[in-house]
T-cell receptor, first 111, second 116 residues
Framework: SQKIEQNSEALNIQEGKTATLTCNYT??????LQWYRQDPGRGPVFLLL?????KEKRKERLKVTFDTTLKQSLFHITASQPADSATYLC??????????FGAGTRLAVHP | KAGVTQTPRYLIKTRGQQVTLSCSPI?????VSWYQQTPGQGLQFLFE???????NKGNFPGRFSGRQFSNSRSEMNVSTLELGDSALYLC???????????????FGPGTRLTVL
């Protein structure tokens, strides 16, 4: 069955540094992959979508890469700020508006 | 534009009872998906509705059901509640039908259900 793995450990970084989060998947070949941000007690918020034929996508301080050979996506936040502290979720499309989510990686950015 | 709204925000029930949760999608959105989020299992897909039809279903028992109305509002029902049903239930709407793929999902704040 489809499996998505994200760093289960929390990621702690200093303000101003680049945070890099990893999403690996198996037994699947998604047409695209999405990244969401979730704050405690709130629903996930869409950040970026990258298609299988795109190697890289950028939006302001965010960058996502998608390697279909390695079955891996990397999510980068440059010049990180304490306000970036949240859980980041990787999601694969499962057809008909079904998302298959990873467990998420909790990011803590320290001043 | 108003976001996805879910009611109630918090709910406490006892085992064996049933519960109905409501979701109003963003105006113009026709697809509504439901997810269950627990600390142990993370976010898991329950089902998706488009134009009042269930098109996709996750691996949940038949106690979990849903429906969608002509105005795209959706409800989900859980019957014979179990302790393990305690979770955050999230609703998400999408502007398009998604076809055989998946559109960007716009999530509501969720309903926190506690089963005692």
């Amino acid at each position: 069955s489809q499996k998505i793995e994200q760093n289960s450990e929390a990621l702690n970084i200093q303000e101003g540094k680049t945070a890099t989060l990893t999403c690996n998947y198996t037994n699947y070949s998604p047409a695209y992959l999405q990244w969401y941000r979730q704050d405690p007690g709130r629903g996930p918020v869409f950040l970026l979508l990258i298609r299988e034929n795109e190697k890289e996508k950028r939006k302001e301080r965010l960058k996502v890469t998608f390697d279909t050979t390695l079955k891996q996506s990397l999510f980068h936040i440059t010049a990180s700020q304490p306000a970036d502290s949240a859980t980041y979720l990787c999601a694969l499309e499962g057809g008909y508006n079904k998302l298959i989510f990873g467990a998420g990686t909790r990011l803590a950015v320290h001043p | 534009k108003a976001g996805v709204t879910q009611t109630p925000r918090y709910l406490i029930k006892t085992r064996g009872q049933q519960v109905t949760l409501s979701c109003s999608p963003i105006s113009g959105h026709r697809s509504v998906s439901w997810y269950q989020q627990t600390p142990g299992q993370g976010l898991q897909f329950l089902f998706e509705y488009f134009s009042e039809t269930q098109r996709n279903k996750g691996n949940f028992p038949g106690r979990f059901s849903g429906r969608q109305f002509s105005n795209s509002r959706s409800e989900m029902n859980v019957s014979t509640l179990e302790l393990g049903d305690s979770a955050l239930y999230l609703c998400a709407s999408s502007p398009q039908g998604g076809g055989t793929s998946t559109d960007t999902q716009y999530f509501g704040p969720g309903t926190r259900l506690t089963v005692l």
